[in-house]
């Protein structure tokens, strides 16, 4: 009876919260036919878009500003150190002032929500819009203003980064154990990052790499060394990663 009960109250709560049950996706996609060969181009690497905070009961974020400032120092320095396994040069951008900041700001907003787009749209199977169903088709853009981000920087590639952690509250945890009691899946906490490589001529975005159950605890050094080898996996143009001998 108190299962039933804990059952129904859960299944009314979780409809409020929008919670739907998780599916398998896709995780990286590139545009036809793009090659990029080592040491043949110049990239932009965009400051990252680092978001750290809870997730409350009902899974709202609550940013806490110690956890994001601590994955940005982190993050920031696992990305120095690899950048050299790109496969190219890689330049990281000045921190704009005025409006250039408001227009950067634009752009790094308009990423988050295109690679969102390409997850629900592209990497779900079962949502994928009629003109993405024939395999191999992977053409999203956000279009060809975005070369003003890059003005006077020689680049070819704008690298953009969104990486996003919620780390489940008391509340959020105590629900997960109400929803399993009820044998329905509820997620403690949102690890969520997207890598992207924008080609600056026509504003194409030619690579992404994208998950939403990303690993490694980005407030600790090693955590975030794990976050950015995950969200760099397969880079186009980056050196192989070393075999190791047979013993």
Not at 26 to 55: M, W
Not at 196 to 211: K, M, P
């Amino acid at each position: 009876m108190l299962r039933g009960v804990v059952a129904t109250a859960l299944a009314v709560l979780l409809c409020a919260m929008g919670l739907s049950p998780a599916h398998a996706q896709e995780k990286s996609g590139t545009k036809e036919g793009f090659v990029l060969k080592e040491k043949s181009a110049k990239i932009l690497l965009i400051r990252p878009t680092i978001k750290v905070g809870a997730q409350s009961t009902g899974g709202m974020f609550e940013p806490n500003a110690d956890w994001t400032a601590q994955a940005k120092e982190n993050i920031q320095s696992a990305l120095a150190a690899a950048q050299k396994n790109l496969g190219n040069e890689v330049v990281l951008a000045e921190e704009p002032i005025g409006r250039s900041a408001e227009v950067m700001a634009d752009y790094q907003a308009l990423f988050s929500v295109l690679a969102d787009s390409v997850i629900q749209y592209q990497f779900f199977v079962g949502n994928r819009l009629p003109t993405k169903k024939r395999k191999g088709i992977f053409e999203w853009t956000m279009g060809p203003g975005v070369a003003d981000i890059a003005k006077d920087t020689g680049a070819d590639y704008a690298l953009f980064i969104y990486n996003e952690d919620q780390y489940g509250s008391t509340g959020r945890k105590i629900l997960q154990l109400f929803a399993a009691m009820a044998y329905v899946s509820v997620k403690s906490g949102e690890h969520k990052g997207f890598a992207g490589l924008v080609d600056l001529r026509t504003g194409d975005l030619v690579w992404l790499n994208a998950d939403l159950a990303m690993g490694g605890d980005v407030r600790t050094s090693e955590g975030a060394q794990k976050r950015v080898a995950q969200l760099l996996e397969d880079f186009p143009g980056s050196a192989p990663k070393p075999v190791l001998a047979a013993k």
